[in-house]
């Protein structure tokens, strides 16, 4: 069986980051494009914890559908089963550079964020108490100044 291609990238090497995953063209002809938000270097770092990288899903998730600009453009927003980062899927042609200020005022919300999780309720959550917002709030504002604030380009461009 072929590998999927999210398994081809070097996980050795791959940093925390904001990577373009994959294109899909829809049969009407839209391009969605995925992207790898790593929070955590695979193998190297701590992953996230399962109650932060939840709390962070239902932050991130309702910040982004209810956005001004993007939210006819979010596809979906979840958590990777590694925990060392999200999926974003958005409709359009996109690479990491257009973005870069969404994904710093997502990371801004989530670390400023006050009051109870959206969605963080027995009826309309499936595991609702499995969160936990002060980590959530201390990985966002880590990722958003330690890399969004300023990335690189191997923050941007998978490893060769």
């Not at 072929?2 to 925390?16: G, M, P, V, Y």
């Not at 839209?30 to 399962?50: A, C, G, K, Q, Y």
């Not at 980062?85 to 359009?92: A, F, S, T």
Request: net charge negative.
């Amino acid at each position: 069986m072929e590998k999927i291609a999210s398994f081809t990238i070097d996980h050795q090497r791959l940093l925390r980051g904001v990577y373009v995953s994959r294109q899909d063209k829809t049969p009407g002809g839209d391009v969605l494009t995925t992207f790898d938000i790593r929070m955590s270097e695979p193998n190297r770092m701590d992953p996230l914890s399962p109650r932060a990288l939840h709390s962070i899903e239902h932050l991130a998730a309702t910040f982004l559908r209810n956005h001004p600009q993007w939210k006819d453009r979010v596809v979906y927003w979840g958590p990777m089963g590694c925990q060392t980062g999200n999926y974003l899927i958005l409709q359009g042609d996109l690479i990491p550079e257009d973005i870069l200020p969404l994904m710093r005022e997502t990371f801004r919300f989530i670390a400023d964020f006050e009051g109870e999780i959206p969605g963080a309720t027995p009826k309309d959550c499936g595991n609702y108490s499995f969160n936990d917002l002060p980590a959530a709030k201390r990985e966002a504002k880590r990722f958003l100044e330690e890399i969004l604030e300023d990335p690189k380009t191997e923050n941007l461009r998978y490893p060769q």
